[in-house]
């Protein structure tokens, strides 16, 4: 697991370098990008859907 | 039997009914008797090719030795040959995008080596090099989330050279997006050399897979872009956006997220762009 640090250029967040091609996932937590390799202990999914199952 | 008139008018007659042996060139295959036989390397038969190498700067006038002269142009990896007057391809030359040869012969086929997913074929048009087909350019490796953050976040950045659009080229960008289906707003952007192209703020979506095509209008200064549309295609009563981006120089294309409440999260789960 890696960190990009990041920058603000007219209010935009943007990483300071390149992502890396071995990434497998990449996620901005609110301060940094993190990125997952292969072999790193991925976070869980997300909940996308708030809305009662019908 | 056949029979033929030599130079002296004799009548020559040939005899097939015991034709010779043929023997196999090396490297290739028969049957002979049912069996397949290849022949071998042992005893090839000797070939000089001689070739004189230049590389482009090196290269002398076509109109100063012979036509048919043949040589070697190492700078684009191309055998050509001089008509009296130019220099002729023999083949298709390879270049990268920035090394390609400032001019383009009607005609000349060169393959840019480092746009498209393995190269990427240009035919020239006595003024410049002209894309064959369309090019997928960018293909996102990995997804991106964004989390924690109300800010603009750039979730991908894609680098676009000098001159690589042309005046009447399109990028078709196909992006594929997930989000908490919630009632918090999702801001979706796509900038031009940092211009906003497409933007899309909604709310209650779990996924968005849409299509974003930046135009130029028969200029390399001028786009039109769809905006504020679901998937990017179809209507909208939001005025076009018109940018003045100068895609003659390098720029890039910026795709952004912004969550409205940053317990959500918004994920640019795939992403492949082209070039037509």
Known sequence: ?54 | MSAFLDETGTLITVDHSNPLPVALVAGFTSLNDGELKTASYANPLPVTVVTTNYTEEELPDADSVAAGTEIFNTTYQVKMRSNGTSWEWLGIGKSTWADKPATAPLGQIICITDIGENGSLWRGNGAKWVRLTQIRFFDLASSVALTGSTAEVTLATISIPASLIGAKGKVKLYPLFSATNNANNKTVRVRLGGSNGYVLQTSGFAQLSALVIIRNFNSESVQKVATGMTSGLGLSTTSLNTLAINTAAATTIEITGQLANGADTLTLESLFVEIV
């Open chain 1, 1 to 54: 697991m890696k960190t990009i640090d990041i920058k603000v250029i007219d209010d935009v967040i943007s990483p300071v370098s390149d992502f890396p091609d071995s990434a497998i996932k990449i996620i901005f937590n609110g301060t940094e990008y993190v990125v997952y390799e292969e072999g790193d202990e991925l976070p869980p999914e997300p909940i996308y859907d708030e809305h009662e199952q019908l």
